[in-house]
C-alpha cells in the first residue's frame, strides 16, 4: 500500500506547474508592494537604501520559478534518508518476530506432545486412537464424551483466539494505512499550494507563511518515520514476550497467553494516532502564531511612514 500512496504522489506532483504560474503572478505583485515600501521607508528616513534587502523577492522568486526540484526535491530526498533508515529498523524487527514466532509454536506443539493429559486435544490422529482404545462400557463412554467436549471447547477457544487476534490484526494495519494515507494526502496538497505560500510569504506581514509551510511539511513527513519507529517498538516488545514463553516452554512450565499480544496490538492501535502528536514534538510549527503580531506591526509601520511622507511634503 505505501508504494501505492508514493506514485500517487509522484502522479500529483505536475500539478505543482500551474499552480506556480499563480503563484509567479502574486509573487510579482508582492515584490513590487515590497519594494516599493522598502525604497519609499528608506528615503522618508534619509538612509541609503540596502540593496541586500531588496534581494528578499528574488530569491523566493526563484524558489517559486524551480520549486518541484529545489524546493520538494531537497526536502524529499533529505528526509527520505530518515525514513529509510527507520523503515530498515522496522524490518529487521519483523524478521526477528517470525524467527522467534516459528520456534515457539514448534515448542508448543511439542509440549503438548509429551504431555498425556493434552496430546489428543493438539492432534487428531492422537483423539481418534485413544476414542478407538475405549470401550463401550458406561465409564468408557462417560469418558468419551468428556474427551468430545473437551476437543470441541479447545476447538472453539482456538477457533475464538485466532479470529480475535485476526481482528485485532485487520485493525492495527488499518489505523497504520490510515496515517499513511491522511500523510500523503496533506503532503499532496502542501506540495501543489507550496508555491502560494512562498509567493504570499513576500507580502507584509505574511512572513511567516513559508517558514510555517516548511515546518508543517517536515513535521506531516515524520509521520512515516514515527510510525516505523513505533512499530519497531511494539516488534521488539513482542520478541520478549515470546522469548519469556520459549523460556517457559524449554523448563517445562509453559503458560501460553495470547491475551498480552492482543493488549500490545490494541495499544498499537491507539498509539498510531498519537503519531502527528510526536512529529509536533520533534518539529515545532512557529509561523502561524506571529500572525496578528505581524499585521499590527504593518498597520503602525504604514502609518508612521505616511506620516513621514505628509510630514515632507507639507514641508
Given at each position: 500500500m505505501h508504494e501505492i500512496l508514493i506514485s500517487l504522489y509522484d502522479e500529483m506532483m505536475p500539478l505543482c506547474s500551474?499552480?506556480?504560474?499563480?503563484?509567479?503572478?502574486?509573487?510579482?505583485?508582492?515584490?513590487?508592494?515590497?519594494?516599493?515600501?522598502k525604497i519609499w521607508s528608506t528615503l522618508a528616513d534619509g538612509r541609503e537604501i540596502d540593496f541586500l534587502q531588496l534581494l528578499k523577492p528574488f530569491a523566493i522568486g526563484l524558489s517559486i520559478l524551480f520549486f518541484p526540484t529545489l524546493v520538494l526535491g531537497t526536502l524529499n530526498g533529505v528526509l527520505g534518508i530518515v525514513s529509510s533508515g527507520t523503515e530498515s529498523i522496522l524490518e529487521k524487527e519483523k524478521f526477528s518476530v517470525g524467527e522467534f514466532q516459528k520456534r515457539r509454536d514448534e515448542l508448543e506443539k511439542i509440549s503438548m506432545a509429551n504431555n498425556?493429559?493434552?496430546?489428543?486435544?493438539?492432534?487428531?490422529?492422537?483423539?481418534?486412537?485413544?476414542?478407538?482404545?475405549?470401550?463401550?462400557?458406561?465409564?468408557?463412554?462417560?469418558?468419551?464424551?468428556?474427551?468430545?467436549?473437551e476437543k470441541g471447547a479447545y476447538e472453539v477457544r482456538a477457533n475464538v483466539r485466532e479470529l480475535a487476534s485476526e481482528v485485532i490484526n485487520i485493525l492495527f494495519e488499518a489505523s497504520a494505512i490510515i496515517i499513511d494515507t491522511l500523510r500523503t494526502f496533506f503532503l499532496v496538497v502542501l506540495s501543489i499550494l507550496g508555491p502560494i505560500s512562498f509567493s504570499l510569504s513576500i507580502w507584509n506581514g505574511l512572513e511567516g507563511t513559508m517558514s510555517y509551510w516548511f515546518s508543517k511539511y517536515i513535521q506531516i513527513y515524520l509521520w512515516l518515520p514515527v510510525s516505523n519507529l513505533f512499530s519497531s517498538i511494539l516488534s521488539r516488545?513482542?520478541?520478549?514476550?515470546?522469548?519469556?514463553?520459549?523460556?517457559?516452554?524449554?523448563?517445562?512450565?509453559?503458560?501460553?497467553?495470547?491475551?498480552?499480544?492482543?493488549?500490545?496490538?490494541?495499544?498499537?492501535?491507539?498509539?498510531?494516532?498519537?503519531?502527528?502528536?510526536?512529529?509536533?514534538?520533534?518539529?515545532?510549527?512557529?509561523?502561524?502564531?506571529?500572525?496578528?503580531?505581524?499585521?499590527?506591526?504593518?498597520?503602525?509601520?504604514?502609518?508612521?511612514?505616511?506620516?513621514?511622507?505628509?510630514?515632507?511634503?507639507?514641508?
Open positions: 500551474s499552480m506556480a504560474s499563480i503563484a509567479r503572478v502574486l509573487a510579482g505583485l508582492g515584490a513590487l508592494v515590497y519594494i516599493s515600501l498425556p493429559e493434552t496430546v489428543y486435544l493438539a492432534s487428531d490422529e492422537e483423539f481418534d486412537k485413544e476414542i478407538e482404545s475405549l470401550g463401550w462400557s458406561p465409564s468408557d463412554l462417560l469418558t468419551m464424551s468428556r474427551m468430545y467436549l516488545l513482542e520478541i520478549l514476550i515470546i522469548q519469556n514463553q520459549i523460556t517457559e516452554l524449554e523448563a517445562g512450565t509453559p503458560k501460553i497467553n495470547s491475551g498480552y499480544y492482543m493488549i500490545f496490538m490494541i495499544i498499537g492501535i491507539v498509539g498510531y494516532f498519537s503519531v502527528p502528536t510526536v512529529s509536533e514534538w520533534i518539529v515545532q510549527a512557529g509561523g502561524a502564531g506571529n500572525y496578528n503580531r505581524n499585521i499590527n506591526r504593518l498597520t503602525s509601520g504604514t502609518i508612521g511612514l505616511l506620516k513621514k511622507i505628509g510630514s515632507h511634503v507639507l514641508s
